[in-house]
């Protein structure tokens, strides 16, 4: 009964969902490896772009200052044969902002900080005495120089560019300088903002304290801002990428380091953003991908047809083997591969058993005359045929408690009519299915065909409590031991299960009779009355 309520699956139907999820998730885990391996390029390539436009903006910057002291060396050479003239100082500084563009501005400052010459004249400067930070520096090193950004004496912040100048005695005149403004338009501005990438690309300048000397967002120029590597990473390599976590979300960075200034160029570019073209390249996979996943989809549906259809015919034909012709009707199934044609051989040679063993069960007396239930030999051609049939079942060995006593007691005429009941109650209890057989004296056996050990329990309990709630005169009451195991086809013999399920028995009776156990099971299943 239990095994009516199962849904029938058919073979056809399950290649089918085989295949769909087979499909299904082979096209999952290509879009998804699809995704990880673009996703791991566009990341790898981003980092990689950001890094190779980083170094050369980097490369650029340093360029441009070295071709900044170049001019301002040559200055020096021609400021050092006449440096006490005026007009000759204001007529080179005039050249070197006019002819160049390099700087916003350019001074000739002598050994004591007093500017000698200046342009853009306009800034007034001429005569004052230079106390920045940058022009301290100049005069006490001596040497080339690019300064830290600073605020000039025009409060500009500025990064101050100088050369030294000495006569030809080899004596320190003082220097000459230019400045380059980093919040207002110069040539600095030009070499790194005309340059930024379109697609969400930007690049901004750090200087060695991480001060911002170049930003598109002029807001933060001058301001600290927390540094992209350590200070070790920065001073062990000259350029390198990381992918950093910002508030706005991550981005991938590609930085180099100038090194004439040890100023860090940072070229950044949002992750979002680099990874906006996975979605339309997964939806082109997917396009390209669905219309062979149909084609193999119908490809799987008809191939299960036609291998599912010589087990379905036959499987139709098992059911009717006792029928008069399902030989003739199994043999002309065409089943045109190796396990279609074991399966039809299988019933063919199964048929003929079977057919043979009903013959034998019609012309042999195979039923216990008291009980009418089979004898040992009906139990035997039946586990021949459950044998060839490979069908599985589960087995109860039951024994009446204290029979002895009720010969003993009552004589073998009650004792024949309490088996006689006991084999009533058994045959009522049983389904359809199951065979019910008299083992011997006050022994019984079911056999519970394609039964699970838990379907064999619930059967054993109620055939136990229907016996002991039974009244039998004039004996009253008895009890029924009963022990259960069960036979897989390939696991063991028949035999084995037999006598595991005696084993059980005989434990039923060790623990007290009336009860139910089970083989390899060390508990009492049940018991009402010992």
């Known amino acids: 009964m239990l095994g009516r309520l199962r849904p029938k699956t058919d073979l056809r139907t399950l290649i089918a969902l085989l295949a769909i999820t087979s499909i299904v998730i082979t096209l999952a885990n290509t879009l998804y490896a699809t995704w990880r391996v673009q996703r791991m390029v566009l990341i790898e390539s981003t980092l990689a772009a950001n890094r190779a436009y980083a170094t050369k903006l980097a490369a650029t910057t340093e360029l441009f200052f070295q071709l900044a002291q170049s001019q301002l060396h040559y200055s020096a050479n021609q400021l050092g044969r006449d440096f006490d003239n005026p007009e000759v100082a204001q007529q080179e500084v005039n050249r070197l ?17 007093v500017v000698k010459a200046i342009s853009p004249e306009s800034l007034m400067l001429k005569g004052m005495q230079l106390t920045s930070q940058a022009s301290r520096e100049a005069l006490a090193l001596r040497q080339p120089l690019v300064s830290k950004p600073t605020l000039s004496a025009a409060n500009n912040l500025i990064v101050f560019v100088s050369w030294p100048v000495w006569d030809r005695e080899g004596r320190y005149l003082g220097y000459v300088g230019g400045t380059i403004y980093l919040k207002k338009r110069s040539i600095l501005n030009a070499l790194l903002g005309d340059q930024f990438y379109r697609d969400g690309t930007h690049v901004f300048v750090l200087d060695r304290n991480n001060q911002v000397l170049y930003h598109q967002n002029s807001q933060l120029i001058g301001k600290r801002v927390p540094g992209i590597v350590s200070d070790r990473e920065r001073e062990e390599s000259t350029n390198g990428e990381v992918q950093l976590s910002e508030e706005g979300g991550p981005k991938l960075a590609g930085y180099a380091i100038v090194p004439t200034t040890g100023w860090m160029v940072v070229a950044l570019k949002p992750t979002d953003v680099t990874l906006a073209p996975l979605s339309g390249l997964l939806l082109q996979v997917l396009k390209n991908s669905v219309p062979f996943a149909v084609l193999t989809l119908l490809v799987a549906v008809i191939l299960a047809r036609l291998i599912a259809l010589p087990l379905w015919q036959l499987a139709r034909k098992a059911s009717q083997m006792d029928t008069q ?9 065409r089943a045109w591969y190796f396990e279609a044609a074991q399966v039809k051989r299988a019933l063919l040679t199964g048929i003929g058993l079977v057919q043979d063993k009903i013959g034998r069960l019609k012309s042999e007396v195979q039923s216990d005359p008291l009980t009418g239930l089979l004898n040992r030999r009906g139990l035997s051609a039946v586990l021949d045929y459950f044998d060839t049939m490979q069908q599985p079942f589960a087995v109860l060995a039951l024994d009446i408690d204290h029979f002895k006593r009720v010969n003993d007691s009552f004589g073998h005429d009650v004792g024949d009519e309490v088996i006689k009941q006991v084999a009533g109650t058994l045959r009522h209890s049983a389904r359809q299915t199951d065979v019910v057989c008299r083992s011997g004296g006050e022994e019984f056996l079911m056999l519970l065909p394609a039964s699970s050990t838990e379907e064999a329990r619930v059967i054993a309990e109620r055939v136990r409590t229907s016996i002991a709630e039974s009244w039998i005169d004039p004996v009253g009451q008895i009890t029924l031991s009963v022990g259960i195991a069960s036979w897989q086809p390939g696991q063991h013999g028949q035999d084995h299960s037999l006598k595991q399920a005696d084993a059980a028995l005989y434990q039923a009776k060790s623990a007290g009779r009336n009860c139910v156990m089970i083989a390899g099971q060390d508990a009492l299943v049940s018991s009402i009355t010992r």
């Open 97 to 113: 902002r006019e002819q160049t563009s390099s700087f916003n501005s350019v001074a000739v400052v002598d050994s004591n900080g």
């Open 325 to 333: 012709g399902v030989s003739v009707e199994i043999g002309v199934i």
